[in-house]
Every structure is written in C-alpha cells, then in structure tokens.
C-alpha cells in the first residue's frame, strides 16, 4: 500500500493496498479502482488452482453467541472481501476472517487469525470491533494492518490512517489509542515467580510496545504492509 502520509479523512488510494491475486467473493459490489482489472483477471486462475476456498457457517467465537461467516484462505493465496457495508479487507497467506452475518445492521465485529489488512467504512453510529489473538481492536473507520497468525507469540498492528483503541481481552479497560503511522505488538514473556514463593513457576507477562513506522526511502511503502 501506499505509505505517504495521508490524512484521516483522504480516501485509500490503489497503492495502500497489498498485493493480491485472488478472487474477490460476491458478498457487495467494490467500487471500481484501478486494482480491480488486475485482480479481475487473476481470479480464474486462482479458482482453477483451488488456492481459495470459502467456508460459510455458523461461529461462536468467545466474545459473543452471533453466527459468523468465516473464510478461509490456504497458503499461497490472497484474497480481497468487500463486506456489506462497503468496508475492504484483504486477507493473506492461510488465514482464518469471520463477520457476523448481520454485519452491518446492528453492529459491525470480526475475527480474525491470521494477517489482514483492513479499509474501514466510517460510521460513528456502528463502530465496528475485531476479535484477533488475545486482542481487541475497536474502530470507526480507519486503514490498518494486523498480524496474528496462531503460531505466532505476539499480535501486531500497524495504522495507516485513522484511529484504533488496542486492548488485551484479559485487560479490555486499558485500551491504547493508536494514532496514523504507529505500530503495535503486544506479546508475552515468560518469568520466574519470586524466589520466595516455593516452588518457582513460570508466568506469562504481557509485553506492549508503540513504535512509530515510516514508508521505505523511494516507494513509499511500509515495511508492514507490502506483503
């Protein structure tokens, strides 16, 4: 994607957007960019090559009873959603996303496992929330990357434009406001119980970092989101 520094308001351009050759499914008609002919035509060629596959059933993640559609990508292939409300998500390598089915009607929420980048339609009135690793992410509308692959030992996050709150579930009030051009990886490092208390055991303690990220010196692309 693009990763000159835009405002919160400028509208994703083609460049923002990783790059992808798989089929875009008929969940909403996209608008028409110029990203779409290429994609176009890479769609039958994914199809034949089964790099996609598509699984549309009930989930019941644990932040809530509502069944999702889930999709899923096998390794090797990428995919571009178009969500009812005209939101975009491209989906990366062996991925696991899920929206709620009456996404976009009385909330917006999403699961997700794996790495994705998202494009956010604004609606102050919906923020929409989404569920990955043992994070929260609440949003209004925004550009951002996450990464939460299941084998991975951390969950990162890269906003591009917008705004984000970030929170661990087991902590959901200490929520941290992500602002355009930051990334966060929040993780776990294991350690030894004070010596006083016998036996010693190990813990798990979360690891939060914000750092600041910039496009790479002559294409204007980020490190984070030029899968």
Known sequence: PDSARQGATRPATAAMWPATAAATPTLAAAPRRPWRRALTLAASAVLLAGGTYFAYRGHRPSSGPEAFNMIVTKPGSKTLITLPDGSKVVLNSACRFGY??????????????????????????????????????????????????????????TLIKGSILVSLKTDPERAILLRPHEKIVLGRVTTNTPAATAPRAKIQEPVIAVSSVDPEPGDSMYVETAW
Request: no cysteine; glycine share 6%.
């Open 100 to 157: 709620n089915k009456e996404f976009g009607v009385s909330e917006r929420a999403m699961v997700l496992s794996g790495e994705a980048y998202f494009d956010i339609h604004k609606n102050p009135d919906m923020p929409l929330s989404l569920s990955a690793g043992n994070v929260n992410i609440k949003v209004l509308g925004t550009s951002f990357n996450v990464r939460a692959y299941a084998e991975d030992s951390f969950v990162e996050a």
